[in-house]
């Protein structure tokens, strides 16, 4: 399994959020307290957006992110309004470079920590699902990139979560169909650069890690000696594997079965369950 975080919010150096908190992403990469393992070592990425264009920046490697210089340097120079970061814990899939995520086509960005149950055994019949276009442009050979590229071709960019929930039916009756009883372990992030829709869901019922942020003016109040509350707007939001600190008050977790929606209108969270189409 992995773990990850999306930021949203005032624009800010990587630094902030990936090396600074006490339980850092960084941090996490070594010592994950909620993780099915404690040490996430088979690669990262971080893709952010900036003011120049709509598509993502995306930068990924196959090594540890605590060692990484790249990284280091990167977060230390990089402001962005909206950036995802992954450190992965493989599956059964190669450590490679395309098998890093965050995953990217056009101006949208997606990662996930779970798997599919099975997936050797259902990759080919889900693979023949995505669009044939859409199927040039997957890279890596994981369970991950091609849920991506199913909720593409089921109108992600449309109406997401439409899309994710059929991407997970689809993935829901085709591990049945092939005798797996719990197909889907899923905590997923994806966004178009504007809004930001983080989805919890698992066939089992029980699903990995996933908190928000609370409001930042609520936190203001509760923790008025924090100047890093001061120095970022009420819009800010973070979604996190795990929390990065134990600020009192600071995270939420999100419930089972339940997809979020950040966007600069309100944030919103709604009910999910898998829909067959």
């Given amino acids: 399994m992995c773990r990850?975080?999306?930021?949203s919010g005032t624009p800010i150096l990587l630094d902030s959020i990936l090396y600074r908190p006490k339980h850092s992403l960084i941090d996490q990469s070594l010592h994950s307290k909620l993780g099915v393992e404690t040490t996430n070592g088979d690669g990262f990425g971080v893709g952010?957006?900036?003011s120049h264009t709509d598509t993502p920046a995306v930068v990924r490697d196959i090594g540890p992110a605590w060692s990484n210089r790249n990284l280091r340097e990167i977060a230390g120079h990089v402001r962005s309004p909206l950036?995802?970061?992954?450190?992965?814990?493989?599956?059964?899939?190669?450590?490679?470079?395309?098998?890093?995520?965050?995953?990217?086509?056009?101006?949208?960005?997606?990662?996930?920590?779970?798997?599919?149950?099975?997936?050797?055994?259902?990759?080919?019949?889900?693979?023949?699902?995505?669009?044939p276009e859409l199927f040039l442009s997957v890279e890596g050979s994981t369970d991950s990139e091609l849920m991506f590229y199913l909720a593409l071709t089921f109108g992600?960019?449309?109406d997401?979560?439409?899309?994710?929930?059929?991407?997970?039916?689809?993935v829901e009756r085709v591990g049945r169909e092939h005798g797996v009883e719990f197909p889907l372990q899923m905590?997923?992030?994806?966004?178009?650069?504007?809004?930001?829709?983080?989805?919890?869901?698992?066939?089992?019922?029980?699903?990995?890690?996933?908190?928000?942020?609370?409001?930042?003016e609520t936190l203001r109040s509760l923790h008025p000696d924090v100047a890093f509350l001061r120095e970022i707007s009420d819009g800010t939001r973070l979604i996190v594997s795990e929390?990065?600190?134990?600020?009192?008050?600071?995270?939420?977790?999100?419930?089972?079965?339940?997809?979020?929606?950040?966007?600069?209108?309100?944030?919103?969270?709604?009910?999910?369950?898998?829909r067959v189409a």
């Fill in 4 to 7: 990850w975080l999306a930021y």
């Fill in 48 to 50: 952010w957006y900036g």
């Fill in 83 to 131: 950036f995802f970061a992954h450190i992965r814990a493989s599956t059964g899939s190669p450590v490679q470079e395309t098998n890093c995520h965050p995953f990217r086509h056009g101006r949208w960005m997606w990662m996930h920590n779970g798997a599919i149950e099975g997936f050797d055994r259902i990759r080919r019949d889900l693979a023949l699902a995505v669009d």
């Fill in 156 to 158: 992600l960019e449309r």
């Fill in 160 to 170: 997401p979560p439409d899309a994710v929930a059929r991407m997970a039916g689809l």
């Fill in 187 to 216: 905590t997923v992030a994806v966004t178009d650069g504007r809004r930001l829709w983080a989805f919890r869901y698992s066939t089992r019922k029980a699903s990995r890690s996933l908190f928000y942020s609370t409001r930042v």
């Fill in 243 to 274: 929390p990065l600190g134990d600020l009192p008050g600071a995270w939420n977790e999100v419930p089972e079965g339940r997809y979020g929606v950040v966007r600069p209108e309100g944030d919103v969270m709604h009910r999910f369950a898998p």
